[in-house]
C-alpha cells in the first residue's frame, strides 16, 4: 500500500500544470474565438503542449496496453467532438456573454463550497490532515462570513480549494485505474473515477439534508452539483484539447495523455507522475 508521502517521492515527469481556461481561442469558428474573452487568463501552456504533441506523434500508430478498448473510445471521442462543437461550446459561449461575470464567480464559488464537506472527507481517508484542516476552515469561512459560499473569502486569506475525491482516494491506497475509457458526453474517465464519483455521491451531505425533502429532490440537487462542475471544467478542457489537437497527428492520443497526466497531477497533490498502471 503506497501512502500519498511515499507516492510523492516517486519524482517523475514535472511538467507545467495543465489548467484550462476557456479564454483561449477555440479552434471551431469565430464565434468561439470571443466566446470567451472573460474568462481568467491561463498560465502560459507551452511546455505542456510541446510534450503533449511530440506524445501524441509517438503514440499515433501505437497501441495501448492502458486502452484496451480504443477503437469504441475513439468512436465515442468523435461523437463528443461533434456534441462540444454543436451543444457544450455554444450553450457557455451565451453563459459567458450573457451573464454578469460577478453573477458566474458567485455560482462557481457557491458550487464549490457546497463540495467541501465531500473533499475533507476524502483528505482526511488520505491521510492529509492539514489539507483537511485547510478545506474544514475554508468551509466554515466561506459559509459564514462568505454568506453560503457566494465569496471565496478563504482563498482572500490565504486558503486556496484545492481538489480531492474518492478516485484519488483509492489512488493513494493503491487502486488502479482500470482501462482508459471515454464516456459520451462526460469525457475522458476510467473505472475507478467512476465508482469514486458514485461514492462521492453518496457521501454528499445534501444527499440526507434537509431530511424532510422528497429524495428524488435531494438526488437531483446533489446529481445536478456534481455534474455542472464537471461540465464546467470539460468545457475549458475541449479549449486545450482542440488547441493540441491542430498540430498533433493524433489528437485523440494527445486527449489522453491530457487526461492521464492531469489526473496524476491531482493525486499526487502538484507534483506531475505518471501513474506506472496507466
Not at 157 to 173: E, I, K, M, N
Not at 202 to 228: F, Q, S
Request: charged share 20%; aromatic share 6%.
Amino acid at each position: 500500500m503506497l501512502g500519498r508521502a511515499s507516492l510523492r517521492r516517486r519524482r517523475g515527469l514535472a511538467l507545467s500544470e495543465a489548467r484550462v481556461e476557456m479564454g483561449h481561442t477555440v479552434a471551431t469558428g469565430a464565434w468561439g474565438r470571443a466566446a470567451f474573452a472573460r474568462v481568467r487568463r491561463a498560465p502560459p501552456l507551452a511546455p505542456l503542449v510541446v510534450a503533449l504533441l511530440l506524445a501524441g506523434c509517438t503514440t499515433a500508430r501505437q497501441g495501448d496496453p492502458g486502452d484496451p478498448f480504443e477503437q469504441t473510445n475513439r468512436a465515442t471521442y468523435n461523437f463528443n467532438d461533434r456534441f462540444n462543437s454543436n451543444v457544450t461550446l455554444p450553450i457557455a459561449w451565451v453563459y459567458v456573454n450573457c451573464v454578469p461575470g460577478r453573477v458566474q464567480k458567485g455560482v462557481h464559488n457557491v458550487l464549490n463550497n457546497v463540495e467541501a464537506p465531500v473533499i475533507f472527507a476524502n483528505d482526511v481517508l488520505q491521510g492529509e490532515l492539514g489539507r483537511a484542516g485547510e478545506t474544514l476552515a475554508r468551509f466554515l469561512v466561506n459559509s459564514t462570513v462568505g454568506l453560503a459560499g457566494l465569496f471565496d473569502v478563504g482563498a482572500m486569506h490565504g486558503l486556496p480549494r484545492h481538489v480531492s475525491d474518492f478516485g484519488q482516494t483509492l489512488a493513494v491506497y493503491g487502486v488502479g485505474s482500470g482501462p482508459f475509457l471515454v464516456l459520451p458526453i462526460i469525457g475522458p474517465s476510467t473505472p475507478r473515477d467512476i465508482v469514486g464519483t458514485g461514492v462521492d455521491l453518496i457521501a454528499d451531505p445534501l444527499l440526507y439534508i434537509p431530511a424532510d425533502w422528497p429524495l428524488l429532490a435531494r438526488l437531483g440537487t446533489v446529481v445536478g452539483i456534481h455534474t455542472v462542475l464537471p461540465l464546467e471544467k470539460n468545457a475549458g478542457s475541449i479549449v486545450l484539447r482542440r488547441q493540441l489537437g491542430q498540430g498533433s497527428v493524433d489528437p485523440y492520443a494527445t486527449m489522453r495523455s491530457v487526461y492521464r497526466q492531469q489526473c496524476a497531477r491531482e493525486i499526487q497533490g502538484g507534483i506531475l507522475i505518471l501513474d506506472r498502471d496507466d
